[in-house]
């Protein structure tokens, strides 16, 4: 990076070279392979640097300020900060109970927000390579050459994008880093132009997130076999329900099961989540393994996201997405109620997802509560909060003290990523002891590493570069330690050694 | 003859006896950037930013008296460019991350980097390290945003009487403390409704508890320019008065 220097005869034309340390960092996830004496795939491990230094940047400030600035903590899903930190602020100020306008707000913002980040995963950084196929060219891997081949469906991805993108905007004034969430509710309403603009698109945005949740089903079938085995590990799942037992992505109690599908944990009140999970910290990682304390460090992992949402839930409200549900839990060859454990079955959840924002949003603009003015609750200051929402990527935990002063003094975040983290690593795991021959990497395993991150979505900065694209760096280390071969991809989609 | 007129930017305006160039310039509907300067107060002339020309040399509009005939320049690319260079040199000598700043969309000095157009740092950052006070129940001080135009030590001095505000160090060591046996606003005698509670131009002092109850996108300077809005409300102060 360079930056204009200023000198006496050219104030402002000559330039400084600055070592940018997210330069240095460049977004590269980084993996390293693991053999054992028999040179079969030991571990994987995926190295993670994005999170650190979260909490320290936060303690110091006022906690009114904490809805805003934890936008910029991750520029990948900026709402769902905003409105956990928010929800952990409500309690601050000693609010259990939002006004039915501010709870609906609220709500509609998240609704906006899951179906925008859903629709950017699946559209642009995923469909391209589940329909042209993990080795399809290059060109072919991206929104463009979706248009091109698909010309239908790619616009209607962009156009439901931009759809949760405007919900966004009614609701907080921008498109992204918007306001909305204040201490005990929300700084505006919607008005009833506001509400027209939305409803004018939202039957469309139903009818595009069906087609949507067709084709990933499609996709998924078409050759459910591989699908059902790729990346496919055994894993506990945990997830927000509703008080029926209902999806529920704003608010509700931590449901958790086991591998076998067993319950852990059900409607858990999630302001004592540290009962039932605690986070484990490895030497060569700064992200931290988080697990079920009840089974403890090895058994306990587990997944968050919309394949645990959609595998927990007992049943979605909404009609249609609750049909794409039914069918999604008895797909032929699946045996029927268990949980779904395929890596690459998160796809098809997330569509089913995107439906239920649709029709949950449709719901919501014909609500009177949408366009009321009695906004904000207030209540006696209390010295901690816990907000915890179901993110686009999965159970997303704020937690925060305060002092008497204002000021927050210690916080702890568990984003979805990091709840991940473990599956994701097993799941990289798995691919690599499935595609690794011998000892040398090849571009296809580098590939096929690459869907099996990409298909948990993380909020990573490689995985927003598009498909083929993911910046990474691979390496295989022998039973010793010993570096045996490095395959590095760049941005561009180029492998060297 | 005495015709009481100066031009600014080649546009003729008049002026009453005493007034200062920018005070005359205000109400003739005339833009001067300023950040220090405040209608309330004795001009203090310590920013720069409302660096003038005059007959061929600089002055700060604030405190250079309208005198007839004169010729002034007000916006030119090299008094602009010096405002804007200033204007950054205060932005890295704080700590401003606007994005999270509740003052954001009513603050002077974002609102001037807006207008100058100012759209990097230029400088590099020094990060400085100032301590938050927030010990006051009702009024949050973050000196990482403090701009040193001692609007609050005026206020506090000439409005509220107490004199709760002060300028200690010099240059770049410079700091605003608080005259209190603990050196904290707890025990400084501040009320939350004097004047030097209210009068800060950016995020530095603040009342608590009312961050961002007005949306983004519907403040100040989110509907106006400062050039418009300042005139505003300058005009709407002279009409009041
Ligand atoms: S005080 Fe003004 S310039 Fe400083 S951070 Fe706040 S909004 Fe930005």
């Known amino acids: 990076m360079s930056t204009e220097q200023q000198s006496a005869s050219n104030p402002e034309q000559l330039r400084r070279v600055v070592i940018d340390p997210v330069t240095r960092v460049e977004g590269h996830g980084k993996v390293t392979l693991l053999l054992d004496e028999d040179n079969h795939v030991k571990q994987a491990r995926l190295h993670i640097v994005e999170f650190r230094g979260f909490e320290r940047f936060i303690q110091g400030r006022p906690y009114w300020e904490l809805p805003l600035l934890v936008q910029r903590l991750c520029g990948i899903c900026p709402v769902s900060h905003h409105l956990a930190a928010g929800k952990a602020i409500d309690q601050l100020v000693g609010v259990d109970q939002l006004t039915p306008s501010a709870d609906k707000l609220r709500r509609l913002l998240h609704f906006g927000q899951v179906l925008q980040s859903h629709a950017l995963h699946f559209y642009y950084l995923a469909s391209p390579d589940l329909l042209f196929g993990f080795d399809s060219a290059m060109s072919k891997r991206n929104i463009l050459g979706l248009l091109e081949d698909y010309p239908d469906l790619a616009l209607q991805g962009i156009k439901l994008r931009k759809f949760g993108q405007e919900v966004i905007r009614m609701v907080t004034g921008k498109r992204i880093h918007g306001s909305g969430a204040i201490p005990g509710g929300m700084n505006k309403s919607l008005t009833v132009e506001e509400r027209d603009y939305l409803l004018k698109d939202v039957d469309d945005a139903i009818n595009w997130s069906q087609a949507g949740v067709k084709l990933a089903s499609d996709i998924h079938l078409a050759d459910a076999a591989f699908n059902n085995t790729f990346a496919s590990i055994e894993s506990g799942f945990m997830s927000l329900v509703g008080s029926g037992g209902e999806l529920e992505l704003y608010h509700g109690g931590l449901r958790g099961t086991d591998r076998a599908g067993n319950s852990v944990f059900d409607h858990f009140d999630y302001r004592h989540y540290h009962d039932i999970i605690h986070e484990e910290v490895k030497p060569w990682t700064y992200m931290k393994f988080p697990f079920f304390v009840p089974l403890g460090m090895d058994d306990g992992w587990y997944r968050v996201g919309p394949l645990a949402r959609i595998n927990l839930c007992d049943v979605i409200t909404t009609p249609a997405a609750e049909q794409a549900r039914f069918a999604f839990k008895n797909q032929a060859g699946h045996e029927a109620g268990a949980a779904v454990q395929s890596s690459l079955a998160f796809h098809w959840a997330r569509m089913i997802e995107i439906l239920h924002c649709a029709e949950s949003i449709k719901t919501l603009l014909h609500d009177p509560d949408l366009l009321g003015n009695d906004l904000v609750v207030t209540g006696e200051k209390q010295l901690e909060g816990i907000g915890v929402i179901e993110a686009p990527r999965g159970t997303l935990f704020h937690h925060y003290e305060i002092n008497e002063d204002d000021i927050v003094v210690k916080a702890n975040l568990i984003v979805s990523t990091t709840s991940n983290n473990q599956a994701m690593n097993e799941s990289v795991r798995q691919v690599a002891a499935r595609y690794l021959d011998g000892q040398q990497l090849t571009e296809g395993l580098l590939n096929y590493i690459e869907v099996a991150i990409r298909a948990y979505d993380p909020c990573l900065s490689c995985a927003t570069h598009a498909l083929g694209k993911m910046p990474l760096q691979v390496e295989l280390l022998d039973a010793d330690g010993q570096l045996l071969h490095r395959l590095v991809k760049n941005s561009q989609g180029e492998v060297r050694e | ?241």
């Open chain 2, 1 to 241: 003859m005495k015709t009481n007129s100066i031009s600014i930017d080649g546009q003729q305006i008049t002026f009453r006896e005493g007034q200062t160039i920018i005070q005359a310039a205000l109400e003739a509907g005339i833009y001067i950037p300023y950040l220090c300067y405040h209608p309330d107060f004795e001009a203090h002339g310590s920013c720069k930013v409302c660096t003038v020309r005059v007959n061929g040399s600089h002055c700060s509009a604030c405190t250079t008296f309208a005198s007839d005939g004169q010729v002034v320049d007000n916006h030119c690319e090299d008094l602009n460019s010096s405002r804007r260079a200033i204007t950054q040199m205060l932005f890295v000598e704080g700590n401003h991350l606007c994005p999270s700043c509740e003052k954001s969309g009513d603050c002077e000095l974002q609102a001037l980097g807006y207008y100058l157009k100012l759209f990097g740092s230029h400088f590099p950052h020094l990060f400085p390290h100032r301590e938050v006070d927030a010990t006051h129940p009702h009024i949050l001080l973050d000196r990482d945003r403090c701009i040193f135009c001692e609007l609050c030590v005026r206020a506090s001095r000439e409005v509220d009487q107490k004199n709760v505000f002060a300028i200690s160090g010099r240059g770049i060591d410079s700091e605003l403390v608080v005259n209190s046996p603990s050196g904290t606003l707890l025990d400084s005698g501040l009320d939350v409704n004097d004047k030097a509670a209210h009068v800060c131009p950016v995020g530095a002092i603040l009342i608590k508890n009312q961050a961002f109850q007005v949306p983004i996108g519907q403040r100040k300077y989110d509907k106006n320019r400062i050039d418009d809005a300042d005139l505003i409300e300058v005009k709407h102060d002279h009409i009041d008065s």
